[in-house]
């Protein structure tokens, strides 16, 4: 008996608290009063003058919360996951009423994953942070993550860049805390979004927004999506701990209040990581020695002249690859080449949030950002002697200013408007050669310094709770050579009910060139970049969601882009155009002479977590078409035609939520992307790869087809969280094609593939 009851006991202490902080979506200032309530119990509390909420005790598992105040629409927050190891401290944004004479319900999933950008209506979702945990190999990876959304699929399997409804990954913009921050990933090379892997921790995000098009006002310098992260406060109430060890190498964190008397917060993140370990078990992410760390922190200050909040990160990444003289281990020409690249990155800010009325707050913003990227390649020739063959090395520092006013007028009407000013200084030089036979040429060599100007302002009107409209107006410039642009916003949003929603969405967007194009030589020291103009795009989409059935909705967006003022190749017998690229600073003189259109379908269906299970079924079909300076239309490099993803999960609590078993799947299909026919003959004669221009992309690889899974199992025990979990991207090892070329030693073409099998082993403590 007395064994009995211990049992009992023991379970009975499995919980923990949850609270948090109401406030208002737009003025973002808190909500007295507010009833916070733990549907399908008893638990319900008030929010204190401050907003203030706490729930304690509250039992292991999975929880929703409604969130109701006499001004303000109910707010549901579901799946909130209640461990034992840390309190849940969340902050629940509410949308002010506009009728209150008929009451609304709130039907359980028909606000789930909106944005939190309440001017953002169309493409556009929140995702959690428990999405970037539990998704098959995304290993905490929001840019992994988000290929399991509709429209969004990989560059390829060595990085985590990303092709949105077929434009290049260079086309996406990363915003933390309102400010634009460099390319926050390991590995990242010039002019890319994405790297090898994230810098950015889950243990520091919050729910953040993910966009995909017709992007709102305050959003610019972006053509293909957004990432708008949040940043999560520290606890302000107790000092918290989480240790990660796995394949990937060593993650520690810790957060607690700046004193006991103060209601601000601490978080810090560190990770040092090394692939050998991988390397070691025969699975090359890499060649040579490769390693990387990073910082990143959160400090949130309120005091009685507004809310301060000081944040950042930092990444080192480096790749040795050492020089193979001897000629027996050469199997392929690649065998000749090493290298040596780095990639540091960081950005500091610190931000203030005060409100001037009840109905205004003004948030201003000053930071910091560092970005070095260089990359020394060599050569063995047939005598053995080291030669390089490429070299570069770029430097980026940015000082932002912003400042971002939201105003609301009354319960219909709200305005936002802000301004944003970069101060650039970089230093770049790069040698590189035309071809393998040419020789090694300054191509940019440049020090100095520019500023960018960005400015917006947004009006929403609500008539009635269920109907939104948004227009605004973006600015944006570049002052090194006076390149502007100004560009129209809109949206409409309408509920015909609690179950469905109706939008479309309409804007034109721009983005500045990768900085170092601007600078590229030619033969005469010229810079014939130097008046680019920003590369432009309109943006159309409607999309029609509906609840049809318990936390199931489906989702249906078309959308229509048409990208113009491409840069292309000036030479009007060449079909080169930069929405083709991936990365890297082009040094061919350009023109804006090009052109392109994206258009599609996406389609999805999406079971929101319910009795521990959930999915996702997706699929696009699409097109993307470039005309280049011959003017003939094209595939590009990234029109697979077609797109589809199935990611699913369940779990199986035990023991009274003591111990959690989890299994998830992703699934990926679909079409190649496009490459261009190799001219063999010409090939050997010259002794490298020569590509049938005319033909560009004509051609496409076989379907891409990749499953991932991921087993986990968690221990709730007193006060104290532990998970182990195994992530095996590409499980059942499928050779999926990289890309193509003429290989001199071969003296034919070869195929190169994308990554096979790769096993993350992870366990995790949380205290």
Request: aromatic share 10%.
């Amino acid at each position: 008996m007395a064994g009995m009851l211990y049992g009992i006991s023991a379970i009975a202490q499995l919980t923990q608290n949850i609270r948090g902080t109401v406030i208002d979506q737009l003025l973002q200032t808190p909500i007295a009063g507010a009833t916070v309530v733990i549907t399908g119990t008893d638990k319900k509390v008030i929010a204190d003058s401050t907003g203030n909420f706490r729930i304690p005790n509250v039992t292991a598992g999975t929880h929703t919360l409604l969130i109701s105040h006499i001004n303000y629409s109910d707010a549901l927050v579901s799946n909130i996951i209640v461990n034992t190891g840390k309190e849940v401290v969340l902050t629940i944004a509410m949308e002010t009423k506009v009728k209150t004479e008929k009451a609304v319900v709130v039907t359980a999933g028909s606000k789930k994953n909106r944005p939190l950008n309440d001017m953002s209506v169309v493409s556009a979702r929140a995702f959690t942070v428990e999405e970037t945990q539990k998704y098959a190999a995304a290993v905490n990876d929001p840019l992994r993550m988000v290929t399991g959304f509709a429209g969004v699929a990989s560059a390829d399997d060595g990085g985590n860049d990303i092709v949105i409804r077929g434009n290049a990954p260079t086309g996406l913009l990363w915003r933390m805390e309102g400010i634009d921050i460099p390319n926050p990933n390991h590995f990242s090379e010039a002019g890319s979004s994405g790297g090898g892997i994230s810098i950015l921790s889950s243990q520091l995000l919050a729910n953040s927004d993910f966009i995909t098009g017709a992007f709102a006002s305050e959003y610019g310098n972006a053509l293909s999506g957004v990432f708008d992260l949040k940043l999560r406060k520290g606890n302000n109430e107790k000092r918290e701990y989480a240790l990660q060890a796995g394949l990937l190498g060593l993650n520690a964190a810790a957060e607690g209040p700046l004193s006991a008397s103060h209601k601000g917060s601490w978080l810090v993140n560190y990770r040092y990581s090394t692939l050998s370990l991988l390397n070691n078990m025969g699975l090359e992410l890499g060649e040579g020695i490769t390693n990387f760390q990073d910082l990143s922190y959160n400090i949130y200050i309120p005091t009685k002249k507004g809310i301060f909040t000081v944040f950042g990160f930092g990444g080192l990444s480096s790749q040795n690859q050492r020089v193979e003289t001897d000629s027996s281990k050469w199997e392929m020409q690649d065998d000749r080449y090493a290298g040596k690249f780095v990639a540091n990155t960081g950005a500091t800010g610190i931000t203030h949030t005060i409100p001037i009325d009840n109905q205004t707050t003004l948030k201003s913003a000053l930071a910091f950002s560092y970005t070095s990227n260089s990359f020394n390649e060599q050569f063995v020739e047939t005598n053995k002697v080291v030669t390089d063959s490429y070299k570069d090395n770029y430097i980026t520092k940015k000082i932002l200013v912003s400042s971002t006013l939201n105003h609301k007028v009354d319960a219909s009407n709200a305005v936002r408007a802000g301004a944003y000013v970069n101060f650039i200084f970089f230093k770049y030089y790069k040698l590189s050669k035309e071809n393998p036979n040419a020789p090694l040429l300054e191509t940019i060599n440049t020090t100095g310094n520019t500023q960018t100007v960005q400015a917006f302002i947004q009006w929403q009107y609500k008539p009635f709770n269920n109907l939104t409209f948004n227009m605004g107006m973006h600015y944006l410039a570049l002052l090194y050579n006076n390149s502007g642009s100004a560009e129209p916003r809109a949206s409409v949003k309408w509920d015909p009910d609690t179950k469905s929603s109706l939008a479309f969405g309409y804007g034109l967007h721009s983005q500045l060139q990768a900085l170092g194009v601007y600078f590229a030589k030619d033969v005469n020291s010229g810079l014939p970049n130097k008046y680019l103009d920003l590369t432009k795009a309109h943006h159309l989409v409607l999309s029609y969601s509906r609840l049809v059935g318990r936390k199931l909705r489906a989702k249906a967006e078309i959308y229509y882009q048409q990208l113009f003022d491409v840069p292309v190749t000036v030479a009007s017998n060449k079909t080169f155009s930069t929405l083709n690229i991936q990365n890297e600073f082009i040094t061919d003189p350009l023109t804006n002479n090009g052109k392109g259109r994206n258009y599609g379908i996406e389609l999805t269906l999406e079971k929101y977590l319910d009795n521990y299970f959930y999915y996702t079924v997706n699929g696009s079909l699409y097109q993307s078409k470039y005309t280049a300076a011959d003017g003939v239309e094209r595939n590009t490099r990234y029109n697979g035609n077609y797109l589809f993803n199935t990611v699913f999960g369940k779990e199986f609590p035990l023991a009274g939520q003591r111990r959690v078993l989890g299994i998830n799947f992703k699934i990926i299909y679909a079409g190649g992307y496009r490459t261009t026919p190799i001219d063999l003959n010409a090939s050997q004669q010259q002794g490298y790869t020569i590509y049938k221009e005319k033909e560009a992309f004509s051609l496409q690889n076989s379907a891409y087809f990749r499953p991932d899974c991921r087993f986990s199992i968690k221990w709730n025990r007193t006060r104290l969280t532990s998970t182990l979990s195994l992530d095996i991207q590409n499980v059942i090892n499928r050779k999926n094609i990289s890309d193509q070329g003429y290989d001199l030693l071969k003296n034919t073409t070869v195929t190169n593939y994308q990554n096979g099998i790769i096993p993350v082993l992870n366990y995790k403590v949380e205290w």
